[in-house]
């Protein structure tokens, strides 16, 4: 199974050239190419979301919608309806008010959520679930506490149950809120099947190898319980020198381990 995470950089960011008007065919085209069964989006916008969805017509999908008026379907989860089956669907706030549409704590510039869904594949009967967020820019506090509550969620099922986790986690292997989902018990899957080796950078700015950061990876895909990475990347695909995003996407090839009982 392929798994793949995809910032897509807001609409209405007022990028100029890398407009999403100016790219979403590239970005689509780059979505497409990688033959994912699972994508999870961040950053997409009701402007995007009614472009990228009819593009993809063989999948189903579940997102919420982040501010209690709000239209736009933060953390959407893409899966293919033909192989897939969903259990069950949901999401919370990160905050110390979950359950409360727009909260926010711990000085988060931005409301943060987190969606997930329980799927079982239809050929094995597997079941597991897949988690996508995205954490808080600014507040350092604010990213490590979201951390925590995405950890504490897992941990409510069984240690063995398959689990992945998607997201713009805004920092990398250096900063203590990674620190969190691993003591956790989240594994990266780059680092399974790399090792020790860093991709370096994720977030770009437009400007693909021509940008120079101190900052690492912040894009990532983690699992935990019964699965296993054979694959994961970073697509750093462009077109006549344009990205389809601010960010490079990621990808993993995960097995899955649990059978449904």
Known sequence: MKIYSCNIRCFGAKDGDNDWI??????????RAQEADIICFQEMRAPQFADVAPAFPEFAIYSLVDE?????????IFYRSDRYDLISAGGYWLSETPHVPGSKSWQSCCVRLANWVRLEARDTRAEF???????????????ENQAAMIVEDAQAYADD?????TGDMN?????????VFRSGGWQDTYGQVHGHEEPGYT?????????????????????????????????????DGRYPSDHY?????????????
């Open 68 to 76: 209690p008026q709000g239209r736009h379907p933060q953390n959407a």
């Open 203 to 239: 977030h770009h700015g437009f400007e693909g190898d021509q940008h120079v950061s101190s900052v690492g990876r912040i894009d990532w895909i983690f699992g935990r319980g019964n699965l296993m990475a054979s694959g994961a990347e970073v697509i750093r695909d462009a077109r």
């Open 129 to 143: 679930r897949v988690v996508n967020t995205h954490l808080d820019h600014r507040s350092q506090e604010a990213r």
């Open 161 to 165: 149950y398959p689990q992945l986790l």
């Open 171 to 179: 920092c990398d292997a250096g900063n203590q809120a990674i620190e």
């Open 22 to 31: 100016h790219r979403k065919d590239l970005c689509i085209d780059v979505i």
């Open 249 to 261: 996407f990621i990808n993993a090839v995960v097995e899955i381990g649990c059978q449904k009982k």
